[in-house]
């Protein structure tokens, strides 16, 4: 699922995942403690509702800052690896995959995304389909409301402020008001609620179910699916996209009071409505969410959440300390950094002073050193005494072996990926000549001198660029022994093509042993085409004689042995070059069938020739129908003339009697029927 996905994508993608683990529970901690402290449902609301986007917008910006870190400090050691994509015979977007897995990301986080993208994908199908059910429920089984109903729902719109066209439909398949649409608001009152409820309970539910398309919830809705599907792990979002749906409820409830002006007959309605089932997730529903407690608060009366408040903002604090804390932990896996003292004393080890590392100055304390007997001490000498001669460091060892004008990421990476002065020694030898980056390419891929000697001992001589792709796909001289014994002598890049496709000596064996012989951009085309041996003795089998190229004409075509079979059933003994010329045109057992059957027997050419003109049987039967006992070619004729039955009906009108074939094409050809054509 993940092959369109560059590992440095996968690695940024597969942390931003982990990342959004605490800041997702930070962004819940801080809504939850400001959702605490406010007293009106809309502030609570539109709390939630940024929460909800700051939630979206950490990991595509924590994505983005991976993204750049990732390529900024991959670029430099993997500069000459790039340059092996542009190979002709070698799949770059393998070859990069591989050269990338071997150097970055770590084994769990590939798994990471995929299951993740499992997951949106298995949301994303359960909300298209969600969204389709409730359209055709709508358009197949609501009926508009009508009467003093349509005149309740018209004049609450109106008192609301509506001017946007709205529809009223009665419902049977829901047993609670509901809203659904965007830009056409449905508002869906089921049977049971219109008989259900008094007038003025029913007022106060439609008017809630208004205040839901005032205010746009439908679009919010729609928003809060969308980040419950990309984010669909964290328990956060979910709870988050709870308490929004919660407080949009109660926004709404207010505004139906607001509108109506009877809180108790409102709360009865709810009480009432307490027992249905509600509305599907996608739709504004006016039961949904906790009804005891929007009850309670209708009431005026005290609940139980004011009561944990305290309990709630303590809450809030310890997750977002907990989180806090766990995204420093993980910031700190993902950009680790080496302590300044580790680094300095790297940089000296390779010869080179950091730039913030003041340059020490001369001791004034002399370095006393055994001396030898009878010889006077560091005390008693006038001159100081000379420090033996330090050992070569790595910043010279590298210029003894020709590497000279090195920066300091060079030797970095040179040394980090283990490259010693005797691996270059080694390559030199042998005529590699490469710079600092090939050489960390060549030891990150693994190639040593005893490769590329056990490779050359076969007659290969690649270059640089070639021996790590050699590397990359898995070529060792056991391969390449392998393929020699088999008769493919080819060259680097043929052999590489070979690698990629999963080509084997064992397949080559097996294919020679049946008499297809090739080189080697024959044998890569016979497995990217899937042409195994199985494949060529069901084709002989059937009675076709097939060489390299056949076989590949054959595969690319879909041709199977059932095929040729049902051709030779009819008493046709096709050649292989007509087996993929009638399966080009589309030709099957049962058109010739179909052909036969109107007294026609065709050749093969024949049968390719009226395929490839457009004959159907259907035109057969019209000019038969008219009288006429057309043979193949009279019907291929005809069909390219474009002689059909209402040119032959046109002819008989103007008194064209017992004509042929022929003359019918001939009157078609000169225009002699046409409306301005010249007699």
């Given at each position: 699922?993940?092959?369109?996905?560059?590992?440095?994508?996968?690695?940024?993608?597969?942390?931003?995942?982990?990342?959004?683990?605490?800041?997702?529970?930070?962004?819940?901690?801080?809504?939850?403690?400001?959702?605490?402290?406010?007293?009106?449902?809309?502030?609570?609301?539109?709390?939630?509702?940024?929460?909800?986007?700051?939630?979206?917008?950490?990991?595509?910006?924590?994505?983005?800052?991976?993204?750049?870190?990732?390529?900024?400090?991959?670029?430099?050691?993997?500069?000459?690896?790039?340059?092996?994509?542009?190979?002709?015979?070698?799949?770059?977007?393998?070859?990069?995959?591989?050269?990338?897995?071997?150097?970055?990301?770590?084994?769990?986080?590939?798994?990471?995304?995929?299951?993740?993208?499992?997951?949106?994908?298995?949301?994303?199908?359960?909300?298209?389909?969600?969204?389709?059910?409730?359209?055709?429920?709508?358009?197949?089984?609501?009926?508009?409301?009508?009467?003093?109903?349509?005149?309740?729902?018209?004049?609450l719109q109106s008192r609301l402020g509506l001017s946007r066209a709205?529809?009223?439909?009665?419902?049977?398949?829901?047993?609670?008001?509901?809203?659904i649409g965007w830009f056409r608001p449905v508002v869906l009152l089921?049977?049971?609620?219109?008989?259900?409820?008094?007038?003025?309970?029913?007022?106060?539910?439609?008017?809630?179910?208004?205040?839901?398309?005032?205010?746009?919830?439908?679009?919010?809705?729609?928003?809060?699916?969308?980040?419950?599907?990309?984010?669909?792990?964290?328990?956060?979002?979910?709870?988050?996209?709870?308490?929004?749906?919660?407080?949009?409820?109660?926004?709404?409830?207010?505004?139906?009071?607001?509108?109506?002006?009877?809180?108790?007959?409102?709360?009865?309605?709810?009480?009432?409505?307490?027992?249905?089932?509600?509305?599907?997730?996608?739709?504004?529903?006016?039961?949904?969410?906790?009804?005891?407690?929007?009850?309670?608060?209708?009431?005026?009366?005290?609940?139980?959440?004011?009561t944990t408040l305290k309990v709630g903002l303590a809450g809030s604090?310890?997750?977002?300390?907990?989180?806090?804390?766990?995204?420093?932990?993980?910031?700190?896996?993902?950009?680790?950094?080496?302590?300044?003292?580790?680094?300095?004393?790297?940089?000296?080890?390779?010869?080179?002073?950091?730039?913030?590392?003041?340059?020490?100055?001369?001791?004034?304390?002399?370095?006393?050193?055994?001396?030898?007997?009878?010889?006077?001490?560091?005390?008693?000498?006038?001159?100081?005494?000379?420090?033996?001669?330090?050992?070569?460091?790595?910043?010279?060892?590298?210029?003894?072996?020709?590497?000279?004008?090195?920066?300091?990421?060079?030797?970095?990476?040179?040394?980090?990926?283990?490259?010693?002065?005797?691996?270059?020694?080694?390559?030199?030898?042998?005529?590699?000549?490469?710079?600092?980056?090939?050489?960390?390419?060549?030891?990150?891929?693994?190639?040593?001198?005893?490769?590329?000697?056990?490779?050359?001992?076969?007659?290969?001589?690649?270059?640089?660029?070639?021996?790590?792709?050699?590397?990359?796909?898995?070529?060792?001289?056991?391969?390449?022994?392998?393929?020699?014994?088999?008769?493919?002598?080819?060259?680097?890049?043929?052999?590489?093509?070979?690698?990629?496709?999963?080509?084997?000596?064992?397949?080559?064996?097996?294919?020679?042993?049946?008499?297809?012989?090739?080189?080697?951009?024959?044998?890569?085309?016979?497995?990217?085409?899937?042409?195994?041996?199985?494949?060529?003795?069901?084709?002989?089998?059937?009675?076709?004689?097939?060489?390299?190229?056949?076989?590949?004409?054959?595969?690319?075509?879909?041709?199977?042995?059932?095929?040729?079979?049902?051709?030779?059933?009819?008493?046709?003994?096709?050649?292989?070059?007509?087996?993929?010329?009638?399966?080009?045109?589309?030709?099957?057992?049962?058109?010739?069938?179909?052909?036969?059957?109107?007294?026609?027997?065709?050749?093969?050419?024949?049968?390719?020739?009226?395929?490839?003109?457009?004959?159907?049987?259907?035109?057969?039967?019209?000019?038969?129908?008219?009288?006429?006992?057309?043979?193949?070619?009279?019907?291929?004729?005809?069909?390219?003339?474009?002689?059909?039955?209402?040119?032959?009906?046109?002819?008989?009108?103007?008194?064209?009697?017992?004509?042929?074939?022929?003359?019918?094409?001939?009157?078609?050809?000169?225009?002699?029927?046409?409306?301005?054509?010249?007699?």
């Amino acid at each position: 699922m993940t092959n369109w996905l560059s590992p440095t994508t996968m690695h940024s993608l597969g942390w931003t995942l982990v990342h959004f683990l605490w800041q997702g529970t930070a962004a819940a901690a801080l809504a939850a403690a400001t959702m605490a402290l406010c007293r009106r449902a809309s502030v609570r609301y539109v709390i939630g509702v940024s929460a909800l986007l700051l939630m979206l917008a950490a990991p595509v910006a924590t994505l983005l800052l991976l993204t750049q870190s990732g390529s900024s400090s991959a670029e430099k050691p993997s500069a000459r690896v790039a340059r092996l994509q542009a190979l002709p015979s070698v799949t770059g977007a393998r070859f990069s995959a591989q050269v990338a897995a071997s150097t970055s990301s770590p084994d769990a986080l590939p798994w990471l995304v995929e299951a993740w993208l499992v997951g949106v994908a298995f949301f994303s199908l359960r909300t298209a389909g969600g969204f389709l059910l409730l359209e055709r429920q709508q358009r197949k089984r609501s009926i508009a409301v009508t009467g003093r109903r349509l005149e309740i729902c018209r004049t609450l719109q109106s008192r609301l402020g509506l001017s946007r066209a709205i529809r009223f439909c009665e419902c049977a398949w829901l047993q609670a008001p509901a809203v659904i649409g965007w830009f056409r608001p449905v508002v869906l009152l089921p049977i049971v609620a219109l008989t259900g409820l008094s007038e003025d309970q029913l007022q106060s539910v439609i008017a809630h179910e208004l205040a839901h398309i005032k205010r746009l919830d439908a679009f919010v809705n729609v928003f809060q699916v969308c980040v419950e599907t990309l984010l669909f792990y964290h328990p956060a979002v979910w709870w988050l996209n709870k308490r929004i749906r919660a407080e949009r409820e109660h926004c709404c409830d207010d505004m139906a009071v607001s509108l109506c002006g009877n809180a108790v007959e409102y709360a009865r309605a709810l009480t009432i409505m307490e027992g249905w089932h509600t509305a599907p997730a996608l739709a504004m529903a006016a039961n949904r969410g906790p009804l005891a407690e929007r009850v309670v608060r209708l009431l005026g009366m005290k609940s139980v959440r004011n009561t944990t408040l305290k309990v709630g903002l303590a809450g809030s604090v310890v997750c977002l300390g907990a989180a806090l804390i766990a995204g420093n932990t993980l910031v700190a896996m993902a950009f680790p950094k080496p302590a300044a003292g580790a680094r300095d004393a790297s940089l000296l080890q390779l010869g080179f002073r950091p730039k913030s590392a003041p340059a020490q100055a001369p001791s004034a304390t002399p370095v006393v050193t055994p001396t030898p007997a009878g010889k006077p001490s560091l005390a008693q000498s006038s001159r100081p005494v000379e420090q033996p001669v330090a050992a070569q460091s790595y910043v010279d060892a590298m210029k003894s072996v020709g590497l000279t004008d090195l920066s300091a990421d060079d030797l970095v990476a040179l040394k980090i990926q283990g490259v010693t002065p005797e691996y270059v020694r080694g390559m030199l030898d042998l005529g590699l000549h490469a710079d600092a980056d090939g050489f960390v390419a060549m030891r990150v891929q693994g190639v040593t001198p005893e490769y590329i000697r056990d490779l050359r001992a076969l007659g290969f001589t690649p270059d640089q660029d070639r021996i790590i792709a050699f590397k990359v796909q898995g070529v060792n001289a056991d391969y390449v022994r392998g393929l020699k014994e088999v008769g493919i002598q080819g060259d680097a890049d043929q052999i590489i093509a070979l690698r990629v496709q999963g080509v084997s000596p064992a397949y080559v064996r097996e294919l020679k042993d049946i008499g297809i012989q090739g080189d080697g951009d024959q044998i890569v085309a016979l497995k990217v085409q899937g042409v195994t041996p199985a494949y060529v003795r069901d084709m002989r089998a059937a009675g076709l004689i097939v060489d390299s190229d056949d076989v590949v004409a054959l595969k690319v075509q879909g041709v199977t042995a059932e095929y040729v079979n049902g051709l030779k059933a009819l008493g046709l003994k096709p050649s292989t070059d007509d087996v993929v010329g009638m399966r080009v045109q589309g030709v099957t057992p049962e058109y010739i069938r179909d052909i036969r059957a109107l007294g026609l027997n065709p050749s093969v050419d024949e049968i390719i020739g009226m395929r490839v003109q457009g004959v159907t049987p259907e035109f057969i039967k019209t000019l038969q129908s008219a009288g006429f006992k057309p043979d193949v070619d009279d019907v291929i004729d005809a069909k390219v003339q474009g002689v059909t039955p209402e040119f032959i009906e046109q002819a008989r009108k103007h008194g064209f009697q017992n004509l042929t074939i022929e003359k019918l094409i001939e009157l078609k050809h000169i225009g002699v029927l046409d409306a301005k054509g010249d007699i």
